[in-house]
């Protein structure tokens, strides 16, 4: 199984940009997509974008797209979330996931990073 390590967390003001980093490791020959989710305190986690690693596919959730962008570097097998213009309701934890299918359904991604945490306060 995969193993995820999320960076690039921190306390940011609105309107700024921040990127996220996720390296993957271990079984990576085996994973299609990578994604990111979020979690506010006290909400569900929330789909944030997809990315499938063969063709670069990419899908958002309707309360991030046009503002952050998911990329990844496959040879480093890594994936990537652009925030730009971030506001404060962009305040979570972020976590990447791994796995076979692309999908915006959490319980469809098998391998899971412990998350890093973003704040946006003026």
């Known amino acids: 199984q995969e193993q995820l390590m999320e960076s690039g967390g921190g306390l940011v003001q609105p309107g700024d940009s921040l990127s996220l980093s996720c390296v993957m490791s271990?079984?990576?020959?085996?994973?299609?997509?990578m994604a990111w989710f979020r979690q506010a305190p006290g909400k569900e986690r929330e789909f944030v974008a997809a990315?499938?690693?063969?063709?670069?596919?990419?899908m958002y959730g309707p309360s991030t797209a046009g503002r952050f962008t998911i990329e990844t570097d496959h040879a480093k097998n890594t994936a990537y979330l652009q925030m730009n213009n971030v506001q404060r309701d962009d305040s979570a934890v972020y976590y990447c996931?791994?796995?076979?299918?692309?999908?915006?359904?959490?319980?469809?991604?098998?391998?899971w990073g412990q998350g890093t945490s973003v704040t946006v306060s003026s």
């Open positions: 996931a791994a796995g076979r299918i692309y999908s915006v359904i959490e319980e469809n991604y098998r391998a």
């Open positions: 990315i499938t690693l063969t063709d670069g596919d990419n």
């Open positions: 271990g079984r990576t020959f085996e994973t299609y997509a």
